[in-house]
């Protein structure tokens, strides 16, 4: 997939196919020191899931992080700030989730590649590879995942931290 400026800006989210019909998706927001999920990027991932549906020929995808020491620290609090209401934040928040809950019915396994913070919708991001599909966290010992207050109210637990 070739990469076109979207209004002025990169696209967040990117795919290439390799020889062996494994897809690459890889999050990089330009600009910035971290990936963070924002709103804007819905039309970044509609592209990508919808050439991931309609390619019959992929085996499995990786979604990985273009950043040398994160994976993806969540929602973007510049653009919650934004919010007018609490009803524009909680629309925002359902999008993120409709956009996992897309990821999760592919039809081939996902891995997450997770190579530093993968907090709030990160670590929801990287917990929507399907339950029979793989997620990776590397290097040992120097990834802190912290579920969102909404996975954690959904898993019945506090917070959990991997060191």
């Not at 991932?45 to 620290?73: C, M, Q, R, W």
């Not at 700030?81 to 996992?100: L, N, T, Y």
């Not at 396994?109 to 709030?120: C, D, E, N, S, W």
Request: charged share 20%; proline share 4%.
């Amino acid at each position: 997939m070739d990469n076109p400026i979207i209004e002025g800006r990169q696209p967040a989210f990117s795919l290439e196919i390799a020889d062996n019909n494994v897809a690459w998706v890889k999050i990089d927001v330009a600009g910035e020191k971290m990936n963070s999920l924002q709103a804007s990027f819905a039309e970044d991932f509609a592209d990508v899931l919808g050439e991931l549906k309609a390619n019959n020929a992929i085996k499995g995808l990786v979604v990985y992080s273009g950043k040398p020491d994160n994976f993806v620290v969540g929602a973007d609090v510049r653009m919650l700030d934004a919010c007018g209401s609490a009803e524009d934040a909680e629309a925002i928040a359902r999008k993120g989730q409709e956009m996992f809950g897309e990821i999760e019915k592919l039809p081939f396994h996902v891995v997450a590649a997770i190579h530093g913070p993968a907090l709030g919708g990160g670590l929801e991001l990287a917990l929507a590879a399907t339950a029979e599909s793989y997620r990776t966290v590397m290097p040992p010992g120097s990834v802190y995942l912290k579920f969102s207050s909404g996975c954690c109210r959904a898993l019945g637990v506090a917070s959990v931290c991997l060191v």
